[in-house]
């Protein structure tokens, strides 16, 4: 099997990675024993392409076709889920998890917390005023995907919460004592699931009530703590993960590297038109990002006025 790399964001709270989205893939890989290098992107920490694998010319986004370990299961480097599809539990026990419990996730991490998770998770490697900027902007944009407003933000939240307490208990009497969620083999369930179970018991505070209701049901933290001592300290011994200061997200490396090539010995080295170009979409986007966030401030000012104009008009009325 050829050797892929899997490019997430950065390690943290004792994780590989902590972000949701990078974490199952991570895992997938795993439960698969596809071989794999993990590097980290720190250049575009709000980038949907994130994360990645890429391998000689191939290349699968996480924006691409349901996401990462879909893709990989169409272009057949890894199948974990033939048996699975024709059973209906199985079906209705993915929606949870990719609806319930990811919400509810989403919503600790932006929405229902201080945000320090979530800005360590994706901002703190930025300067400062962006990274808060960012986070508010993220925040902002969560809301209205979970179509949260001031008059109905405490039944959302009471909603997110029973949904995932529901959740948490179907898939605790689905587990029981097995080793994975159905037939004790593995599945892209158990990789999704347990990069979310570890996320909520590691990432978010302990006064999360997420973290609470996870910790109500104690075959799910025995299992999720097997498992991860089970991947997470065999892989600890392994190489040490890159840091991609300076790569790209939007185009990742696509060749063979030049490992072949003799050092000269010189102790400063001419920068590749690549590494310029690198060096470039990383300024772009920082003044993208600081365009953005202008006109969003902007923008959300200006709505603020007209609701304010509205609640003075209805006053006279």
Known sequence: M???????????????????????????????????????????????????????????????????????MEDCIADLDTEFHSIPEWISTKAMISSCVSDALTYELWVGTDGNSAKEIYYSDLPWPIGKILYYKKSYTVKQQLGITNDNAEKIEEQTYRRASLAFGALSSRLEEHKFLFEDRPSSLD????????????????????????????????????????????????SVPNFHANSSSAAPRRGPSNSSSKPKGKPKREKTKEEKSFKSRARY???????????????????????????????YE
Do not use: W
């Not at 920082?286 to 209805?314: G, K, M, N, P």
């Open 2 to 72: 050829e050797d892929y790399t899997l490019v997430a964001r950065k390690s943290c709270f004792g994780l590989p990675t902590a972000c949701p989205s990078c974490l199952p893939v991570y895992f997938y890989l795993k439960l698969a024993n596809v071989p794999f290098r993990l590097d980290f992107n720190l250049t575009y920490p709000d980038s949907d392409k994130i994360p990645y694998i890429e391998s000689g010319e191939y290349v699968a986004y996480n924006n691409e076709k349901g996401g990462i370990i879909e893709r990989l």
């Open 191 to 238: 990789a999704v699931f347990l990069g979310q179970a570890l996320i909520i018991l590691q990432a978010l505070p302990e006064t999360s009530v997420l973290r609470s209701k996870l910790l109500e049901h104690e075959n799910l933290v025995k299992y999720a703590d097997r498992l991860k001592v089970e991947f997470m300290e065999a892989d600890s011994s392994s």
């Open 285 to 315: 986007f920082i003044i993208a990002q600081l365009v953005s966030v202008v006109l969003f401030v902007t923008l959300l000012s200006r709505v603020d006025e007209a609701d304010a104009e509205v609640d003075d008009d209805d006053g």
